[in-house]
């Protein structure tokens, strides 16, 4: 499912390369691309070096190459071409010197001494014709082969790469929440200035989502982006709202009628970490995964659990799904299998939520019989049970991680109070409402 993306080194040298030649920092540039063996190879408007090869503006085309990294036998076939064109323009005093002075030629008499040698010979020649110069193939076909040569060498990148990726992942952050609004930002140091802001409940209605009489929202997450709000309801469906406006999504599929849905209520909702797939479960004890783009149902687990699932979440790498259900048991199933992979049984109730830990080598579930039990993933062995202190018997209805920490987990059970323990069952601290 989740793509893993993996940068080259090469590329980031490639991205720095262009912006130091960009911003006509060349001595610098040139030291990169030699210490490095690192060839940026591009140009920023490639259409003009090749209108520049076929008209024979061979100054510019100089120009322009001089900082790439070639082939020799490419660099042959230009200057090859351009002491024919120097001959044929009469210019041979031009063309010896091109012949006699450039790196290019002097690498070709050594390399291949008949073909400079040919050259030599047209130089000398008076009254000689193209033909004689060019012989089979004539002047534009020439060019023409030197523009195919050239296209597979150099390539023709958008104009400042670095800084707009810098720019796509500042949007991200902010998207994100971890760019404050009205915030400055330290690109070298990796962090905001501080805003200091004053937290206070909301007291003012932003959007409200209207629904027919006859359902009502059962789930509702944001996607992992932020981009997306998403509602599952008790008839079934699943729909992508903007909730900036409050209306639904201007999606394809959406607009034309037709849904993500169950027969039967939505009862949970989860996404992969890029936002492009969302796992939803069902009060009929089905699992289905859908790409959001475009509604398509990737894949149905007609009987994931033998009654509702109460939770679902994707591993790190997309390919696996996690559930939990009214069945008691926890579950991994396989997304490219379509089977289950791993049940986990020990809960004497049913299991309210079930999420990866330790980088999925572990699993934390909690349950309305009161405990709360950690799993190894590989073995499905329970390797600790614990209860919240003074609470041996209360149901715990949800449990959440805690993204600062890697230890520590959210609890709310039916008590006026939340608690926060580690994985030991310790409790590291508790909210409580009076």
């Known amino acids: 499912m989740a793509t893993v993306l993996e940068i080259e080194s090469a590329d980031v040298i490639r991205l720095i390369g262009q912006f130091l030649q960009e911003n006509k920092l060349e001595n610098t540039f040139i030291a990169l691309?030699?210490?490095?063996?690192?060839?940026?190879?591009?140009?920023?408007?490639?259409d003009i070096l090749i209108e520049n090869i076929k008209s024979g503006r061979w100054q510019q085309v100089l120009q322009t190459i001089s900082t790439l990294k070639l082939p020799v036998t490419?660099?042959?076939?230009?200057?090859?071409?351009?002491?024919?064109?120097?001959?044929?323009?009469?210019?041979?005093?031009?063309?010896?010197?091109?012949?006699k002075k450039t790196g290019a030629m002097m690498r070709l008499k050594s390399?291949?001494?008949?073909?400079?040698i040919k050259l030599d010979s047209i130089c000398g020649k008076q009254n000689i014709s193209s033909r004689d110069i060019y012989g089979k193939k004539n002047r534009e076909k020439r060019r023409d082969a030197l523009v195919d040569g050239l296209l597979s060498h150099v390539n023709d990148a958008p104009h400042s790469r670095l800084l707009n990726l810098l720019g796509d992942a500042l949007k991200y952050q902010q998207l994100q929440g971890r760019i404050p609004p009205g915030s400055s930002y330290d690109l070298f140091r990796g962090c905001a200035n501080a805003v200091v802001e004053v937290e206070m409940a909301p007291t003012m209605l932003d959007k409200t989502l209207k629904f027919p009489t006859d359902s009502y929202p059962e789930v509702v997450k944001f996607s992992?982006?932020?981009?997306?709000?998403?509602?599952?309801?008790?008839?079934?469906?699943?729909?992508?709202?903007?909730?900036?406006?409050?209306k639904l999504k201007p999606l394809q599929y959406q607009d034309k009628g037709?849904?993500?849905?169950?027969?039967?209520?939505i009862t949970c909702m989860g996404f992969t970490r890029e936002s492009e797939c969302l796992v939803t479960g069902a009060n009929d004890g089905e699992i289905n995964v859908w790409r959001i783009s475009n509604g398509h149902l990737l894949r149905k687990f007609t009987r994931a659990h033998n009654s509702g699932v109460t939770s679902v979440s994707f591993s790190r790498d997309g390919?696996?799904?996690?559930?939990?259900?009214?069945?008691?048991?926890?579950?991994?199933?396989?997304?490219?299998?379509?089977?289950?992979?791993?049940?986990?049984?020990?809960?004497?109730?049913?299991?309210?939520?079930?999420?990866?830990?330790?980088r999925g080598?572990?699993?934390?579930?909690?349950?309305?019989?009161?405990?709360?039990?950690?799993w190894d993933t590989k073995t499905t062995t329970c390797l600790r049970t614990f209860n919240i202190e003074n609470h041996v018997n209360t149901a715990i209805h949800s449990l959440s991680l805690i993204p600062e920490t890697r230890d520590q987990i959210l609890l709310c059970n039916r008590s006026n109070t939340l608690y926060i323990t580690n994985l030991n069952g310790e409790v590291c601290a508790l909210i409580a409402w009076i």
């Open 33 to 46: 691309q030699n210490e490095s063996q690192v060839s940026l190879n591009t140009v920023e408007n490639l």
């Open 258 to 265: 037709m849904f993500m849905n169950h027969k039967t209520k």
């Open 319 to 358: 390919f696996k799904i996690l559930s939990s259900g009214f069945d008691m048991s926890v579950r991994i199933h396989g997304l490219k299998s379509g089977k289950t992979l791993k049940i986990f049984t020990g809960h004497t109730s049913y299991v309210s939520t079930a999420q990866w830990i330790k």
């Open 74 to 99: 490419f660099l042959f076939d230009i200057y090859e071409q351009i002491v024919m064109e120097m001959v044929e323009l009469d210019e041979r005093d031009v063309a010896q010197n091109i012949l």
């Open 111 to 116: 390399d291949e001494p008949a073909r400079w």
């Open 361 to 374: 080598s572990q699993i934390v579930s909690c349950s309305s019989d009161g405990t709360v039990k950690i």
């Open 224 to 246: 992992p982006d932020g981009l997306s709000l998403v509602v599952g309801s008790m008839d079934g469906y699943i729909e992508i709202y903007d909730y900036i406006t409050g």
